[in-house]
């Protein structure tokens, strides 16, 4: 039996592809069987590069030319299987993104990659136009058994191993959802708030209790989030240790550092050499001095210094940078791409603190992008916001126990509340 769709509840997101090929170049596309059938059918040998895809451990992937892009993609920027054959003879993935399939219990939840360009900026037309396009992709893929129901109950844990049942965490969700979407609230302070539930859920002894006083316990605080930004809010400026700046620049360093095709079928010894001066740029990162390591996406090596001196723009109006996370955050949530299954099989609490953690790389990675005219803008937001979600799920380091380590040591310290209120991005 398929499992319906469970579309995203985002009545401002707005997307229409504007070709730039970002995907196409930058994106890792794994097949499934049924893509791999059509492309043989397709017949491109000798009129492409070498071979069409290439096994990768278990899976297949797409194969890139030499110098970047996938072996489809044609010199005018179209793809060549969509302009000889047509949109649906495209592999699954390409005909999907930027949303993406996440099987659950109920439903198939429909995400949505900030990583296109035009996630982030906004596009003009209303999501609901690829709603028929995803429920057919979902329902072939489940026809293929590319997409499976997930085994088990549907509960997922909190913290400390105490579990919710969906219903409650459907309900979890959506008090989290209703306060972040209380626009009459600054952002920073409704991040304030999430950090407060997060970091009480982490220190509130779930397993002392039975099952129902702990989801009952679990629901309640987040019925009652706003209460809790209120007894700390203006205690909230106290500035990050410098372990804390540590982690957080190991965590914009992990989003950063993807594996690119070139280097996933790179010779022994480049790849060697590769991961020598990975390891070499990401120490340099973790010291945090002198000039920032190389990082993929970002132009120039700015010195950490200057990084920290990049304040708001004039121009960067709250309206807009508070509706650019309002968006994100509410499709992570609404894509179930937060915790359990759909995040690196992460706790709530642990999902919600990296989500909360990413914000505050995406403020660091804004001022980044910005460290040469020393203000950063709407747009250094955007291209924040996709070079920290493009890694999203797709990077094995943020799902590793290094990365729920640091995230716990945040959690014990209550440092994620000063790094969301240093650098979440905002207008003055
Ligand atoms: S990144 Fe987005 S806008 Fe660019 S080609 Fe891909 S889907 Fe289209």
């Not at 892009?69 to 793809?79: E, H, I, R, T, W």
């Not at 969906?166 to 302070?189: C, G, I, N, Y």
């Not at 702990?214 to 009652?224: I, N, P, Q, R, S």
């Not at 209460?227 to 990050?240: I, K, T, V, Y």
Request: hydrophobic content about 40%; glycine content about 8%; proline content about 6%.
């Amino acid at each position: 039996m398929n499992l319906p769709i469970i579309w995203p509840d985002l009545p401002r997101q707005r997307f229409e592809c504007r070709s730039c090929t970002n995907c196409c170049r930058e994106l890792v596309v794994h097949l499934t069987r049924a893509d791999r059938a059509k492309i043989d059918k397709q017949k491109w040998g000798g009129r492409i590069e070498g071979e069409p895809y290439l096994r990768l451990g278990s899976s297949y992937v797409l194969r890139h030319r030499p110098g970047g892009g996938c072996v489809f993609l044609a010199d005018d920027g179209k793809c060549r299987i969509h302009a000889e054959f047509g949109a649906t003879e495209k592999p699954a993935a390409c005909q999907l993104y930027p949303f993406t399939l996440e099987a659950a219990p109920g439903g198939v939840h429909v995400a949505l990659r900030f990583d296109c360009p035009t996630v982030a900026a906004n596009g003009e037309r209303p999501i609901e136009a690829r709603k028929d396009d995803s429920r057919r992709l979902s329902g072939e893929l489940q026809a293929q058994s590319a997409i499976v129901a997930p085994d088990g109950d549907g509960f997922v844990t909190v913290a400390h191993g105490v579990k919710l049942p969906p219903t409650e965490t459907d309900q979890f969700v959506a008090h989290v959802e209703r306060w972040l979407r209380t626009e009459s609230v600054p952002m920073p302070k409704r991040l304030y708030a999430l950090g407060r539930l997060t970091s009480t859920l982490h220190h509130a002894k779930l397993k002392q209790l039975d099952a129902d006083s702990a989801k009952e316990l679990v629901v309640m605080l987040a019925a009652g989030i706003r209460e809790l930004a209120e007894d700390s809010w203006d205690a909230r400026h106290e500035a990050p240790s410098r372990r804390e700046m540590r982690v957080l620049r190991q965590t914009v360093f992990s989003h950063c550092e993807h594996v690119t095709f070139e280097q996933i079928v790179s010779p022994l010894w480049t790849s060697l050499r590769f991961r020598l001066n990975q390891l070499n740029r990401a120490r340099a990162m973790s010291a945090g001095v002198g000039a920032m390591p190389m990082l993929p996406g970002v132009i120039g090596t700015p010195a950490f210094d200057a990084i920290e001196r990049v304040v708001p723009d004039a121009s960067l109006s709250e309206k807009e940078v508070d509706g650019l996370l309002l968006r994100y955050l509410l499709a992570r949530f609404e894509g179930r791409s937060v915790f359990g299954p759909g995040y690196y099989g992460f706790s709530i609490v642990e999902g919600v603190a990296a989500l909360q953690l990413s914000i505050a790389c995406i403020g660091w990675l804004a001022r980044s992008l910005a460290a040469a005219r020393t203000t950063f803008n709407q747009n250094d937001v955007e291209r924040a916001i996709g070079l920290i979600d493009r890694a999203t799920n797709r990077v094995p380091e943020l799902g590793a126990k290094s990365a729920r380590l640091r995230l716990t040591y945040l959690l014990d310290r209550d440092g994620l509340g000063r790094l969301v209120s240093r650098y979440v991005p905002a207008a003055t």
